[in-house]
């Protein structure tokens, strides 16, 4: 029987251990695993990622550039959840979305985010993130995106939101960019 989930690449901006945009992402995956028609895959390759010179950009892509690419083709939408550094993206992050604006694998899929900041922060990183998104020609729906502050203290010891309406909330962000 084939499977007719929609797929979501879950894309962290973080390369810290146990941020919490990381733990809102995990729990996304957890929540997919419950939610019927969806499933979501971590991706977790960030750090490995060359730094992007157009020069590269050409075939042999650098192999986790290709990972990368035939992790997001594979998808049907992206989450994703990034800490504001600076004011806009962290460099690791911007870094990931310049090696996917040569490529097509991100034209006309839904993506969406989710800002863990507390309240009056991460707008930057959101500004930043819809401008590049639209280079790369996603659709963002935004429907989809939200602001879910999370505190560290809402972490239980399995690195998981532990707050009923953190979770629910986030299972109302995997629904619409499902249904996206």
């Given at each position: 029987?084939?499977?007719?989930?929609?797929?979501?690449?879950?894309?962290?901006?973080?390369?810290r251990?146990?941020?919490?945009?990381?733990?809102v992402?995990?729990?996304?995956?957890?929540?997919?695993?419950?939610?019927e028609?969806?499933?979501?895959?971590?991706?977790?390759?960030?750090?490995?990622?060359?730094?992007?010179?157009?020069?590269?950009?050409?075939?042999?892509?650098?192999?986790?550039?290709?990972?990368?690419?035939?992790?997001?083709?594979?998808?049907?939408?992206?989450?994703?959840?990034?800490?504001?550094?600076?004011?806009?993206l962290?460099?690791s992050?911007?870094?990931?979305?310049?090696?996917?604006?040569?490529?097509?694998?991100?034209?006309d899929?839904?993506?969406?985010?989710?800002?863990?900041?507390?309240?009056?922060?991460?707008?930057g990183?959101?500004?930043?993130?819809?401008t590049?998104?639209?280079?790369?020609g996603?659709a963002?729906?935004?429907?989809?995106?939200?602001?879910?502050?999370?505190?560290?203290?809402?972490?239980?010891?399995?690195?998981?939101a532990?707050?009923?309406?953190?979770?629910?909330?986030?299972?109302?962000?995997?629904?619409?960019?499902?249904?996206g």
């Amino acid at each position: 029987m084939p499977n007719d989930d929609r797929h979501i690449l879950l894309l962290s901006g973080s390369l810290r251990a146990g941020s919490t945009n990381e733990t809102v992402l995990r729990t996304a995956a957890a929540v997919a695993h419950s939610t019927e028609g969806v499933t979501a895959t971590f991706y977790t390759g960030l750090a490995g990622l060359p730094h992007f010179n157009p020069d590269d950009d050409t075939d042999p892509l650098p192999a986790p550039v290709t990972e990368l690419r035939a992790a997001i083709e594979a998808t049907d939408a992206l989450l994703i959840c990034t800490p504001e550094y600076a004011g806009t993206l962290p460099g690791s992050f911007k870094n990931l979305l310049d090696w996917t604006v040569g490529g097509t694998e991100i034209s006309d899929k839904p993506a969406a985010w989710i800002t863990a900041a507390a309240p009056g922060r991460g707008q930057g990183a959101e500004a930043t993130l819809r401008t590049v998104l639209g280079y790369t020609g996603a659709a963002v729906l935004d429907e989809a995106c939200a602001r879910i502050p999370l505190d560290r203290s809402g972490v239980g010891p399995d690195g998981l939101a532990t707050d009923p309406l953190v979770r629910d909330r986030i299972g109302e962000v995997l629904a619409r960019l499902a249904a996206g």
